[in-house]
């Protein structure tokens, strides 16, 4: 991600180590960094003993990774209500893996939707990626697929009880 990715009712802005460690201070700290309101409930423990710090060692060892990452703003409310991106950069292969999380008080709104799109037809252009995929879906998050399907993810696999979507390049492209 290199700057801000807008959409209609959405702004994505990248998850930088400054913005990271905010997050381990608390809410407030967070919302002092970011300039937005930071939804209740948004940083509950998961995020701030897992998840963060995971990004932040990874950013930290490689400051590249902030670009494929951000938190989503909901532009009307100013808002944080979730986070999208991509797990890693494209590997030797091109294939990237998208990820988002929408809190729940903002689901069922088409915010996914639009975010993942707004990705999705920014990052399956570029030269290093060749493939988009969304892997360990659970097939009871009905949610979840359907969005990956409404921007154009096919079902690729059926492992236990995880599901793997993708998009890829050539099809998209041919598609257009």
């Given at each position: 991600?290199?700057?801000?990715?807008?959409?209609?009712?959405?702004?994505?802005?990248?998850?930088?180590?400054?913005?990271?460690?905010?997050?381990?201070?608390?809410?407030?700290?967070?919302?002092?960094?970011?300039?937005?309101?930071?939804?209740?409930g948004f940083l509950d423990?998961?995020?701030?003993?897992?998840?963060?710090?995971?990004?932040?060692?990874?950013?930290?060892?490689?400051?590249?990774?902030?670009?494929?990452?951000?938190?989503?703003?909901?532009?009307?409310?100013?808002?944080?209500?979730?986070?999208?991106?991509?797990?890693?950069?494209?590997?030797?292969?091109?294939?990237?893996?998208?990820?988002?999380?929408?809190?729940?008080?903002?689901?069922?709104?088409?915010?996914?939707?639009?975010?993942?799109?707004?990705?999705?037809?920014?990052?399956?252009?570029?030269?290093?990626v060749n493939s988009i995929?969304?892997?360990?879906?659970?097939?009871?998050?009905?949610?979840?697929?359907?969005?990956?399907?409404?921007?154009?993810?096919?079902?690729?696999?059926?492992?236990?009880?995880?599901?793997?979507?993708?998009?890829?390049?050539?099809?998209y492209l041919n598609s257009?």
């Open positions: 991600m290199k700057d801000i990715i807008e959409t209609d009712r959405l702004r994505l802005i990248p998850k930088t180590l400054e913005l990271i460690k905010a997050s381990f201070y608390g809410r407030e700290s967070l919302e002092k960094s970011l300039g937005f309101y930071v939804c209740e423990e998961d995020y701030q003993t897992e998840i963060f710090p995971l990004h932040y060692a990874r950013i930290t060892d490689d400051p590249s990774l902030s670009r494929w990452s951000g938190f989503i703003i909901e532009k009307s409310n100013k808002m944080l209500i979730g986070s999208a991106g991509f797990e890693d950069k494209p590997d030797e292969n091109g294939v990237i893996e998208v990820r988002f999380y929408i809190h729940p008080f903002f689901r069922g709104k088409g915010y996914g939707t639009e975010i993942l799109l707004a990705l999705k037809d920014l990052y399956i252009e570029k030269e290093e995929t969304a892997t360990r879906i659970s097939p009871d998050n009905i949610a979840a697929i359907k969005v990956l399907q409404k921007i154009g993810m096919g079902l690729e696999k059926h492992r236990a009880n995880e599901l793997y979507f993708a998009i890829h390049k050539k099809s257009k």
